[in-house]
T-cell receptor, first 115, second 114 residues
Framework: GAGVSQTPSNKVTEKGKYVELRCDPISGHTALYWYRQSLGQGPEFLIYFQGTGAADDSGLPNDRFFAVRPEGSVSTLKIQRTERGDSAVYLC?????????????FGPGTRLLVL | AQTVTQSQPEMSVQEAETVTLSCTYDTSENNYYLFWYKQPPSRQMILVIRQEAYKQQNATENRFSVNFQKAAKSFSLKISDSQLGDTAMYFCAFMKRGGNQFYFGTGTSLTVIP
């Protein structure tokens, strides 16, 4: 595809449930990023992948959040035991090499609502 | 730590007029990158313009230009000949040299009035 895609577009779940959010980066991009955007705020960094490995996971808020990118392309953000405070838009971005100052291309996000 | 401040939560401009969105940031870094992203209702963040801090010349991209004042830690965005399609949230973002994550401001909601 031409751009970053994310599925699902919207996800409603109940408190305590497990959810998976998927990101398909631009083909050939080795760097992939996850951000979380709460209502009325700018996106906040969660994790950065270079290839298959998490190069920087300093933004993950706690151990309920985990992300994988097993083949260096598609990534899945996993949230266990969801809480109402996890409700937000989860944005994925990719860049060509992860090089310094490189432009990141964003997907449309997944809006997660935890009831 | 890096912080980015956008002090104008909402702005409006008449179609074809010029508008300036403000952004200030706080950092102890000397080399870094600054970006403006646009987020329309579709939620997809779109790059508007990018500036490298070590370049003194202000970046320009068609109707979009920046006023980068490094000493004042200011990075404003000027939109000339505003168009209805410019209506969106605008986010200012900072990335330190050698870093890979953005630090975003809280955004400015711009409405272009016909």
């Amino acid at each position: 595809g031409a751009g970053v895609s994310q599925t699902p577009s919207n996800k409603v779940t109940e408190k305590g449930k497990y959810v998976e959010l998927r990101c398909d980066p631009i083909s050939g991009h080795t760097a992939l990023y996850w951000y979380r955007q709460s209502l009325g705020q700018g996106p906040e960094f969660l994790i950065y992948f270079q290839g298959t490995g998490a190069a920087d996971d300093s933004g993950l808020p706690n151990d309920r959040f985990f992300a994988v990118r097993p083949e260096g392309s598609v990534s899945t953000l996993k949230i266990q035991r969801t809480e109402r405070g996890d409700s937000a838009v989860y944005l994925c971005a990719s860049s060509q090499t992860g090089g310094e100052g490189e432009t990141q291309y964003f997907g449309p996000g997944t809006r997660l609502l935890v009831l | 730590a890096q912080t980015v401040t956008q002090s104008q939560p909402e702005m409006s401009v008449q179609e074809a007029e010029t508008v300036t969105l403000s952004c200030t940031y706080d950092t102890s870094e000397n080399n870094y990158y600054l970006f403006w992203y646009k987020q329309p209702p579709s939620r997809q963040m779109i790059l508007v313009i990018r500036q490298e801090a070590y370049k003194q010349q202000n970046a320009t991209e068609n109707r979009f230009s920046v006023n980068f004042q490094k000493a004042a830690k200011s990075f404003s965005l000027k939109i000339s000949d505003s168009q209805l399609g410019d209506t969106a949230m605008y986010f200012c973002a900072f990335m330190k040299r050698g870093g890979n994550q953005f630090y975003f401001g809280t955004g400015t909601s711009l409405t272009v009035i016909p």
